[in-house]
């Protein structure tokens, strides 16, 4: 830019200084004013525009994301790559709006490592905007949710650091401890970020020298390929800086060119400008008034030519400081002058603006679908509560009924049970009563009594037990004694018994099914020994058999066979009964009680006659019974 002098020789000295501030601001209000009217096609322009903008290609990845129903966890990566663009544009007001949006995803995750990283980072951007004790807070919570004892010890150290404002001795212990930790690790960012912050220390305790080789220690590292490219970059921008501290202005000068160079190359306008203000502050530094004039002059034809209205007010500001520093207020106002001839279409080629626009808006697309997810979110934890609810109370009812049913289908099957029991009692009874008739008919009153006697006890004993499924074998024991004692009253001596119980066995505390053995030795009675010419034997027999108990009834009657040719139809009929009501009963036993109660039946063959019975079941405590 070439500035034409005004003549101002009709002005009052006096009036100048009063002049310059009225320009600036009405430099400022017309800035405003033409920005505001350039809204409207800033908008078009933002429709049609796919901006480069990194900031505002991430914006729109996030929104995509939500839109999408993205997962969480993706969500909040899209969160947090966003907030590292804002931080490299040292937007840290925003940075940590969406460094904290992540955090609270991946906290409600409970993803440990990435919180404790959100954490961290929440820190450094706290750190860089001065907000020390919330810093000293984010380092200790990145401590407590790190992975491993060196993030942990990393982030214990940082908060230290800034636990010690003033020493800058400890400050520089803690770093190096960083310094040192990082490259054990292998963690070359965060070796690189360390040295950084230690030639930041350095520079304070005006140790120029050491803070050089730090940011060349930092710049030697920044080329492995895990750092970001701009970290270089920024590196080198620290390093001129630090030479113009030094007094290395050559040195300074020379790196700052070369800045510039790699801004064009990499067709970077902002930095580009940026570089050039940084280059005129160089040569101003060492003297070379005309040489920074000419750069600041380069930076801000680069902003007009660019459309980066911002940053050509800035450099405006710092040429017409210059100038006036150098009492050349003619020079002054008329670049204030060329300034304001080029407003209205340095505004309107302003690309700065139109991504500045892009971003708002994604910023108010993404706050609005923020609010739909959590309302559908909501929606979908009411509705899945709900649903669980309705599960619950289905699953309720049909345990209910289940239980119904299985309590009625076990209710039937006891009354069952207990009606094939009593079934087996009138013929008992019929029988009993045909014997006591025949001894009144036979004038032998002193058997009837005796008879009737034991009959009214074994009954007695029976009736007493007819609603239980299962009576100790003492008491099963008792009763088949009072039968067979009865039954040879009967026969009158026409078999003998023997009873033989295992002696490991306890009869009071083992329980046996109820009646299940009678019917065996009423068959082999009635069926068996009383068609014997000569006395039979009759043996019970009760032992275990491994966690079974088994019982034996054998007889050495006539046996099944000649047994049924000698029978009425009448009688096989009420012997297959019998049989029928037995075996149904084992049946009902083993499904009520999940026991497994077998029945064997074995016809003696060849010389020996007779039938031998086993009964067998699990082993069942009186305790277990209740």
Sequence with gaps: MQVQPIHTNSCKKELLPVFRQAMRYFVLFLLLVTVSSMHAQTDKKVKKTQSGNTINTQAIKLSESLEQSASDETVAGEYAELAKDLSDKKDYVRAEDYLKRALTIYLKLKKNDRSSFMYRELAKVQEMQGRTADAIANYKNAARFAADDT????????????????????????????????????????????????????????????????????????KSPEVAKDVSFQIKQEIANTLVTDKKHEEAIGLNKELVDEARRTNNPE????????????????????????????????AIEKGLTLDAKKVLEQIVRQYEKERKTSLALAAYSDFIGKLDTLVKNDSTLVDEKIFRLQEDKITQLEKERMLKDELITK??????????????SLVII??????????????????????????????????????????NELEANKYLSSYSKLMRTIMENSNKDFIPLSTELEQLREYLGLEQLRFRDKFTYTIHVDETLDADSVMIPNMLIQPQLENAV???????????????????KGEDVCIIVEDNGIGIKKSRELKTAHQKARHSRGQTNTLERIDLLNHLYHTKITMEIIDKSGEDTGVVVTLCFPRIDRKKMG
Excluded: C
Aim: charged share 25%; glycine share 4%.
């Design 526 to 544: 009635w069926h068996g020994l009383r068609y014997k010419e000569e006395a039979g034997i009759l043996s019970l027999s009760v032992f275990r």
């Design 402 to 443: 289940v239980k119904i049913l299985f309590d009625s289908i076990r209710k039937n099957k006891k009354i069952a049970l207990q009606s094939l029991r009593r079934e087996m009692n009138p013929h008992f009874i019929f029988n009993s009563l045909n014997s006591v008739n025949q001894f009144i008919s036979e004038n």
């Design 151 to 222: 993030q942990k010890l990393l982030n214990k150290n940082d908060a230290d650091r800034l636990g010690e404002p003033l020493d800058l001795t400890v400050q520089s212990a803690y770093i190096q401890q960083n310094i040192d930790l990082a490259a054990n690790s292998n963690s070359v960012p965060e070796q690189i970020s360390a040295r950084r912050q230690m030639a930041g220390v350095k520079l304070a305790q005006n140790d120029n020298q050491g803070a050089l080789e730090e940011l060349e220690k930092a710049l030697e590292e920044s």
């Design 383 to 396: 509705k899945n509560r709900y649903n669980n609810v309705l599960i619950v109370l289905i699953l309720l």
């Design 271 to 302: 930095t580009e400008v940026k570089q050039l203000q940084n280059l005129a502050t160089s040569y101003f530094e060492a003297g070379e008034t005309s040489d920074g004039i000419s750069s600041l002059q380069e930076a801000y034809s680069t």
